[in-house]
């Protein structure tokens, strides 16, 4: 196979000329490592590889799951794997190891996805795009280097959007997952709170906020890799409801979908602006959706406090890093240095200590009442329509945790650029982000579909018929260079 050939193909069409006996997974493994090393350096997207053992596991692999035996990347994200270290994209978590896996790490090898290396992450996960200090430099848009790929699951959205994969796993705490997939013109879906288990060594992740999941180049690719990491896992704090079919069933029967209402969301709270090339690619996406018989209307905000969601949910960020950070300091027996965190998280590691249980408890009411916000807001919909983001894709250093902010200024500017996403995963939602729509320029714009609490069946199947009407599969990134000074290896 060569790379052209790879490159061309989604995670499900691997997995037939696997089943065909076409391929091989030691010869798609050959292929991902490749496209790596010929794309990383430009891009900055993988980090912790482990090329050689892979390959090796690779040519030992006994087929399974959907998937077969296809190359895959796990996030840079503390998610535990004991083939993998991990920094969480910060100098002070570097290298950490890990004795177990963590659940879905089981379930993500269960659907015979092979893991050869990791993806960058902004730093402890904490901002919207990926330039972590550690990584020595930023990870850069495929689409133009000089915008950002989005965060935190910044490395795996440019890893798939330049077909290294063409499906890899992240994490969902306030719009890592739609973020980069807007950025990098793939498609990425948020789960409701509970779909995806966080064990076996927490429940949840920042007051419910966070889940797990995958962008891909395609929707029936999410759809499978769903299928295998859903499920509850006793004891978790949270649960989805019971899925009534196999997602990618789902999508396979799209076209069964019933006329669905859909209220459009085209303003932010408090007066935020929708660019006009957002403002468009939501009028594009309400046209496909008017095509194929869905009845539309304009829908009215849900009734929330977003000042008060913003500060809300800047405190929950700012305890985290301050318990990760006294954790880590603990175990290494010494006080936080300088150079240890990047300066928006070292004045957010400040907030955190300021905070008392009143403010946190307080907080976490507020993220309970965006849940109840929506449910009114939503009873007359199936679907919401809204941008994915407000803005084209970010150039690079506007939203980097070395930007010069304080903490809650750093997070007001991202609540400017993410209205429609932090309030999802408060919701426990289902959402995805769609590529539906370009600029003369080759820039991805992109659109949300929020569904239902536990019907990720309705958006997956609703995305499948917009990719059917504007698919974006074809679209792939020339690869780019850098001058040699700015080429880094893979760390």
Same mark, same amino acid.
């Given at each position: 196979?060569?790379?052209?050939?790879?490159?061309?193909?989604?995670?499900?069409?691997?997995?037939?000329?696997?089943?065909?006996?076409?391929?091989?997974?030691?010869?798609?493994?050959?292929?991902?490592?490749?496209?790596?090393?010929?794309?990383?350096?430009?891009?900055?997207?993988?980090?912790?590889?482990?090329?050689?053992?892979?390959?090796?596991?690779?040519?030992?692999?006994?087929?399974?799951?959907?998937?077969?035996?296809?190359?895959?990347?796990?996030?840079?994200?503390?998610?535990?794997?004991?083939?993998?270290?991990?920094?969480?994209?910060?100098?002070?978590?570097?290298?950490?190891?890990?004795?177990?896996?963590?659940?879905?790490? @089981?379930?993500? !090898?269960?659907? @015979?996805?092979?893991?050869?290396?990791?993806?960058?992450?902004?730093?402890?996960?904490?901002?919207?795009?990926?330039?972590?200090?550690?990584?020595?430099?930023?990870?850069?848009?495929?689409?133009?280097?000089?915008?950002?790929?989005?965060?935190?699951?910044?490395?795996?959205?440019?890893?798939?959007?330049?077909?290294?994969?063409?499906?890899? *796993?992240?994490?969902?705490?306030? +719009?890592?997952?739609?973020?980069?997939?807007?950025?990098?013109?793939?498609?990425?879906?948020?789960?409701?709170?509970?779909?995806?288990?966080?064990?076996?060594?927490?429940? !949840?992740?920042?007051? @419910?906020?966070?889940?797990?999941?995958?962008?891909?180049?395609?929707?029936?690719?999410? /759809?499978?890799?769903?299928?295998?990491?859903?499920?509850?896992? =006793?004891?978790?704090?949270?649960?989805?409801?019971?899925?009534?079919?196999?997602?990618?069933?789902?999508?396979?029967?799209?076209?069964?979908?019933?006329?669905?209402?859909?209220?459009?969301?085209?303003?932010?709270?408090?007066?935020?602006?929708?660019?006009?090339?957002?403002?468009?690619?939501?009028?594009?996406?309400?046209?496909?959706?008017?095509?194929?018989?869905?009845?539309?209307?304009?829908?009215?905000?849900?009734?929330?406090?977003?000042?008060?969601?913003?500060?809300?949910?800047?405190?929950?960020?700012?305890?985290?890093? /301050?318990?990760?950070?006294?954790?880590?300091?603990?175990?290494?027996?010494?006080?936080?240095?300088?150079?240890?965190? !990047?300066?928006?998280?070292?004045?957010?590691?400040?907030?955190?200590?300021?905070?008392?249980?009143?403010?946190?408890?307080?907080?976490?009411?507020?993220?309970?009442?965006?849940?109840?916000?929506?449910? =009114?807001?939503?009873?007359?919909?199936?679907?919401?329509?809204?941008?994915?983001?407000?803005?084209?894709?970010?150039?690079?250093?506007?939203?980097?945790?070395?930007?010069?902010?304080?903490?809650?200024?750093?997070?007001?500017?991202?609540?400017?650029?993410?209205?429609?996403?932090?309030?999802?995963?408060?919701?426990?939602?289902?959402? =995805?982000?769609?590529?539906?729509?370009?600029?003369?320029? +080759?820039?991805?714009? /992109?659109?949300?579909?929020?569904? *239902?609490?536990?019907?990720?069946?309705?958006?997956?199947?609703?995305?499948?018929?917009?990719?059917?009407? =504007?698919?974006?599969?074809?679209?792939?990134?020339?690869?780019?260079?850098?001058?040699?000074?700015?080429?880094?290896?893979?760390?």
């Amino acid at each position: 196979m060569n790379l052209d050939d790879y490159s061309g193909l989604d995670g499900l069409a691997m997995a037939a000329l696997l089943a065909h006996g076409e391929t091989t997974s030691s010869e798609l493994m050959t292929c991902a490592i490749a496209q790596a090393e010929a794309w990383n350096p430009p891009l900055n997207a993988i980090t912790y590889p482990r090329h050689e053992e892979s390959l090796a596991l690779a040519a030992d692999w006994q087929p399974r799951g959907s998937f077969r035996g296809i190359p895959f990347l796990l996030k840079d994200s503390g998610f535990a794997h004991r083939r993998f270290p991990s920094s969480i994209g910060s100098r002070l978590f570097d290298d950490t190891t890990y004795p177990f896996d963590a659940t879905v790490a @089981g379930r993500f !090898e269960g659907a @015979g996805l092979i893991p050869f290396a990791r993806s960058t992450v902004s730093e402890l996960c904490m901002g919207p795009s990926t330039e972590a200090l550690r990584n020595g430099g930023p990870t850069r848009n495929p689409w133009d280097l000089g915008r950002s790929v989005g965060g935190s699951s910044g490395g795996a959205a440019a890893a798939v959007a330049a077909r290294i994969v063409p499906v890899a *796993h992240g994490s969902d705490g306030g +719009g890592s997952i739609r973020i980069p997939a807007a950025c990098c013109g793939i498609y990425g879906l948020k789960p409701s709170r509970g779909r995806v288990p966080m064990g076996p060594a927490r429940g !949840e992740g920042w007051g @419910g906020m966070a889940s797990d999941g995958v962008l891909s180049v395609t929707v029936r690719d999410t /759809a499978a890799a769903m299928d295998a990491i859903s499920g509850y896992e =006793a004891g978790a704090p949270y649960a989805a409801p019971p899925q009534s079919a196999p997602y990618l069933d789902v999508v396979n029967r799209a076209g069964d979908l019933g006329p669905l209402r859909i209220g459009i969301l085209r303003e932010g709270w408090n007066g935020i602006g929708i660019a006009p090339e957002c403002d468009a690619a939501v009028t594009h996406a309400a046209e496909l959706l008017a095509s194929l018989g869905h009845v539309l209307s304009d829908a009215r905000l849900p009734e929330l406090d977003y000042a008060g969601f913003v500060v809300a949910h800047g405190n929950i960020l700012a305890t985290n890093v /301050a318990l990760a950070v006294d954790t880590r300091l603990r175990a290494e027996n010494r006080l936080l240095r300088d150079d240890d965190i !990047e300066p928006v998280l070292a004045d957010a590691y400040t907030v955190g200590k300021s905070l008392d249980a009143a403010s946190y408890v307080d907080s976490i009411q507020r993220l309970h009442a965006i849940g109840r916000a929506f449910a =009114a807001a939503m009873r007359d919909y199936d679907i919401l329509l809204t941008p994915t983001l407000t803005q084209l894709p970010a150039e690079l250093g506007y939203l980097a945790l070395d930007v010069g902010l304080p903490f809650r200024q750093f997070r007001e500017r991202v609540s400017r650029y993410a209205t429609f996403l932090a309030v999802i995963n408060a919701a426990g939602l289902p959402a =995805a982000s769609l590529p539906l729509a370009w600029t003369d320029a +080759g820039l991805p714009v /992109a659109t949300q579909l929020i569904g *239902h609490f536990g019907r990720e069946d309705t958006v997956l199947a609703l995305s499948a018929q917009l990719e059917s009407l =504007a698919p974006w599969a074809h679209r792939k990134p020339a690869l780019p260079a850098l001058p040699a000074r700015e080429a880094r290896p893979l760390l």
